[in-house]
């Protein structure tokens, strides 16, 4: 290792620019790689109207960079996707960035240190590699017959096309999760149909639009503390209480948002009423949230076509029923393929396994952050994390002070080079999937949180467990010499 550590980040969204900032902070050196010309991640890809975060802006923020300026509670992605770029001017590490370069191979080096190769045959090695790639990032598109037939605009949700005109439109929705909900809500109003094709109803609490007015702005503006106390008691509140005892199947929570969901599914006519209540547990799939969902669904231009799709034709949507519904415009909001992470990208570690052959059943990560036989390699929001409703800027906040934990740990000669064992990453799988087994997301449904086994792959243990794993390395799991 080089006397000084070099670091290659892969991605440049919310946990590549976490990373920059804290190596810089560390005055290390490093390399960011981002496909794209831009920052943001997520926020970079998808701008599709009604786009928000459904975790409060106040703690889906780097504790290094409260912002003062949030307009609402839970804030437009285009306000979000600005607060990344700030940061990145703020700490200036724009020039540390290579964009529109995808990396196309990282391999393990007879010298020990990662060979980072990308599309235009630039190469640097460094000591330790960190993917920051997130998980939601590839999307899926359905294979429903004749997908690729439709005449007009048709695009998958992260890759909304801005010219195309939706005002006066007929346009089609294929899909609820978060992202088709958002969607329903922003053009029930601007549309003159909105056809939502519904595959499974889904829980979705109502919450409050909450402004933040002027004076509050400026109140966290002068007063760093009470901004400060505003994160962390929200942090709090958020992810020990709502945000884990939802995934515990016996905790209660899913009863109250049931409840709460139920209370204005009574209030919707009767036809809607049925289309619209799940028949699982709330929490089960990710928990969707929605200002203004049921408002959107009960106006005139929207119908919830609950009917399975048989087939898109160049005029719009048929159903199993026989029905055609004519469409100008096509939106699959279909979701993302969840076990890509880095992929396609090669990595390949000790005597050339390549990551592709370490997950050949399924992607995983010892304590959602390393992966035995390649050393000195971590990875934030990957495989095993948890997700649910967590804010995945604390997520990878703790991650990352794991990850310079273990480089110290290296740097001042406790490990030749940061590798679990083998056994460690066994055990942990083993005892992650029994608990799996005990969250809500296996109470019964069909989602994004289960593998090609059903079993759910994110974090299934209380928060304050990651937090403890991520504070205290348990040493003994890693290689020694
Ligand atoms: O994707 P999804 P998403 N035929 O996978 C349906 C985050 N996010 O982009 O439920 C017909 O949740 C599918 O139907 P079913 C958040 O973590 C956050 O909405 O599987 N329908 C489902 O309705 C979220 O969970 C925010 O039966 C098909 C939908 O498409 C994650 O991203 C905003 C189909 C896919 O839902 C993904 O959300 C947006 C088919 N062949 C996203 N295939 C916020 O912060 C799929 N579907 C608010």
Not at 419 to 425: L, P
Not at 427 to 454: I, K, N, Q
């Amino acid at each position: 290792m080089t006397s000084t550590p070099t670091f290659g980040i892969i991605g440049a969204g919310m946990s590549g620019i976490l990373a920059a900032v804290k190596l810089q902070e560390a005055g290390l050196d490093f390399r960011v790689f981002e496909k794209a010309d831009k920052v943001g991640g997520t926020w970079r890809e998808n701008t599709y109207p009604g786009i928000a975060c459904d975790v409060p802006s106040h703690i889906y923020s780097y504790t290094f960079a409260l912002n003062p300026e949030w307009s609402y509670f839970c804030s437009p992605g285009s306000e979000i996707q600005t607060y990344f770029e700030t940061v990145v001017d703020r700490y200036g590490i724009d020039d540390r960035i290579r964009f529109d370069d995808a990396i196309v191979d990282c391999r393990w080096t007879e010298d020990e240190r990662w060979k980072v190769e990308t599309a235009s045959g630039y190469t640097e090695t460094f000591d330790f590699l960190i993917a920051a790639t997130g998980i939601l990032h590839h999307p899926k598109l359905p294979p429903i017959d004749g997908v690729d037939t439709f005449a007009g605009p048709s695009f998958h949700s992260a890759r909304w096309d801005h010219d195309v005109e939706l005002d006066g439109k007929r346009v089609g929705i294929v899909g609820t999760g978060s992202s088709g909900v958002q969607i329903t809500g922003a053009l029930a109003n601007r549309a003159a149909e909105v056809k939502v094709f519904q595959r499974t109803a889904q829980w979705v609490m109502p919450v409050e639009q909450t402004e933040y007015s002027e004076s509050q702005k400026e109140d966290f503006r002068t007063d760093a503390d009470l901004l400060t106390e505003t994160h962390d008691n929200l942090q709090e509140a958020f992810n020990t209480g709502f945000a884990t005892s939802i995934l515990d199947k016996e905790s209660g929570m899913s009863d109250a948002i049931e409840a709460r969901c139920r209370e204005i599914l009574a209030g919707l006519p009767e036809e809607l009423q049925a289309k619209v209540t799940p028949d699982y547990r709330a929490g089960c799939k990710r928990l969707v949230v929605s200002h203004n969902w049921y408002d959107a669904i009960q106006t005139d231009s929207v119908e919830i076509v609950t009917d399975s799709i048989a087939s898109i034709e160049p005029t719009g949507v048929r159903t199993e029923d026989g029905e055609l519904r004519e469409v100008d415009v096509l939106v699959l909001a279909t979701g993302f393929k969840v076990d890509a992470f880095m992929r396609p990208m090669t990595i390949a570690g000790i005597d050339g396994v390549l990551l592709d052959e370490a997950w050949a059943d399924r992607p995983s990560a010892y304590m959602a952050v390393a992966v035995p036989g390649f050393p000195n390699f971590f990875m934030l929001n990957g495989p095993n994390s948890p997700v649910g409703n967590f804010s995945l800027i604390q997520t990878a906040e703790m991650q990352f002070e794991y990850v310079m934990d273990m480089v110290e740990r290296v740097r001042d000669g406790q490990m030749p080079l940061a590798m679990v064992t083998e056994e460690a990453a066994a055990r942990f799988e083993d005892e992650r999937t029994e608990a799996a087994g005990d969250t809500v997301w296996a109470t019964g449904c069909r989602s994004w949180y289960l593998d090609d086994r059903g079993i759910p792959f994110a974090w299934p243990f209380p928060f304050d467990r990651f937090r403890r794993e991520m504070a205290e390395p348990r040493l003994g799991d890693y290689v020694t010499a």
